[in-house]
Structure formats: C-alpha cells, structure tokens
C-alpha cells in the first residue's frame, strides 16, 4: 500500500471528532504520523477498543489496549451553550474545529447539533463558562464501526474541517502578504513602490506587444 492510500485508510479509521487528544491537531495530522511510524496505533480516545483493532487489522499490528496517556473512552458528547448566559465572545466559535457553534460577536452564539464532534475545545476558552458537554443519546440504527459515529457525520466533519483550515490558511497569507507590503513601504517609501509597479507593468505591457 502506497504512503497516501495508507492515510487515507488510516484516517478513515478515525472519529473524525479533531479532539487533539491524541497529541495531534487534526485526525489526518495522527493518520500521517501512524504511516510514518511517529505515533501507535492507540493514541484515539474517541475511537477506543474499537478503532485499534481497525487500525491493527489495516496495517497487520498486533492490538493494544487504548494508552491512558492519552484519556479515555467515553460515549460521543454534544456541546450545549447556556444561552442566557452566552456574551458573544465568539472564542469558542474560533476555537471549534467544524465551525460547529453559530453566531458573531456580541451575538448570543448556539450549538449546531449535527455538526458538533463533542471534542470539547470550546470549553476551555469560554470566558464565562457556558458551555456544558452532555452525553448523546445511543443510536442503534447506525450500521458502522462506532456506536456512536456515523459515516455521515464523519464524512461532513472532515469536509469542515478542511474548508476552516483553508479559510485559516488564506488569512495567514493574506496577513503574511500584508506584513511584507508595509516592511517593504518602510524600507523603500511609496513613491518607489509606485514607479516600480509601473516599470513592471511596462515591462509585461512590452513583451505583449
């Protein structure tokens, strides 16, 4: 099996929940670094017994009990915010992995149910503690590995996840990109920017012609 088809299958395996419990920050970041041997196979809490004796069938490893370094297996939570006593902050909006949380600043934010994974990485930056995770009722009709994970949700909460570390990324370069504009004003002045800007469109106007 090629190194991206053993991700791919690796990440597969896993919740999805982007929890960073397994001292990753994202489920394809731990997928990587099994294929690549930096980490074992039993660093997914929310995966547990199960998820290991996947990921030990894919890639013919002997199983393991689920590292307690790490923290232990629990049903699937929800994130649910105490509306009356929500101020908006939008901390917790930043700091959720599938933009599972709605709502702006000063804008009393709720919980899109479907959506939230119950990793609970908007809990500790809420200023005024609001935000309580309880456990999701049990769901039999789910025809997957876990009890607790649909293929469906799964599926969307990578597709989210991606999309916000894209958002992310463009914003890190539009910053980037913004930083080295102004230093670049600093040391040359505007003036010269202008006319150098415009040397270079007469040059590209030139080889046109």
């Known amino acids: 099996m090629q190194r991206d088809q053993k991700i791919k299958a690796i990440d597969e395996w896993l919740p999805q929940t982007q929890c960073t419990q397994c001292s990753y920050p994202r489920c394809h970041d731990y997928a990587v670094a099994i294929a690549d ?28 009990p689920l590292n307690p370094k790490f923290g232990i297996h629990k ?15 939008v901390m917790c909006i930043k700091a959720c992995p599938t933009d599972a949380i709605l709502g702006s600043a000063k804008v009393m934010h709720t919980v899109i149910e479907r959506d939230c994974t119950g990793c609970e990485l908007c809990i500790e930056p809420c200023p005024v503690d609001c935000i309580d995770m309880v ?4 769901q039999p009709d789910f025809t997957w590995r876990w009890d607790d994970y649909s293929p469906d949700a799964t ?3 990578r597709a989210q996840t991606n999309a916000k570390l894209a958002r992310e990324s463009a914003r890190t370069q539009a ?3 913004l930083a080295k504009l102004k230093e670049l004003r600093k040391e040359k ?19 046109s012609e």
């Open 155 to 157: 599926a969307r909460a």
């Open 75 to 89: 049903p699937k939570q929800l994130a649910v915010i105490d509306e009356a006593i929500c101020i908006g902050c």
């Open 175 to 177: 910053k980037s990109s």
């Open 189 to 207: 002045g505007s003036e010269q920017i202008k006319h150098d800007i415009a040397a270079a469109l007469a040059r590209v106007k030139q080889r």
């Open 37 to 64: 041997g930096e980490a074992d196979i039993n660093q997914c809490p929310p995966g547990g017994d199960v998820t290991i004796r996947g990921l030990a069938s894919l890639l013919g490893r002997i199983g393991k």
């Open 135 to 138: 456990d999701q009722p049990q």
